[in-house]
């Protein structure tokens, strides 16, 4: 009896880029993989928590939700993360995932 419905079994070849940079209170290490699953999000992992979320240019303008998901303690901790992924984030359209 088969207990589970498979909803996606893929495999990608993706360009993953590791990134650790300091700002005046901080160090930030980051795992970012780009790929074309999860509306074409880019995952972003922090190598010190192993906290990761999917983040579009769209998502950066939410500091809540960026201090909420790394568990950053100020706002401009969330700024200056936003900053940095404004850089590091493509800013193609992101594609519907269930059409």
């Known amino acids: 009896m088969e207990l589970f419905g498979k909803l996606y079994d893929e495999q990608e070849n993706v360009q993953v880029r590791f990134v650790g940079f300091t700002t005046e209170q901080s160090r930030y290490d980051f795992g970012i993989v780009y790929t074309n699953m999860f509306f074409g999000k880019p995952l972003v992992v922090c190598m010190q928590t192993g906290r990761s979320t999917l983040l579009d240019p769209r998502d950066l303008e939410d500091l809540d939700h960026l201090q909420t998901v790394f568990h ?28």
């Open 72 to 99: 950053i303690q100020t706002k401009q901790q969330a700024a200056d993360l936003a900053d940095f992924f404004s850089e590091a984030l493509p800013t193609l359209p992101f594609t519907t995932q269930y059409e």
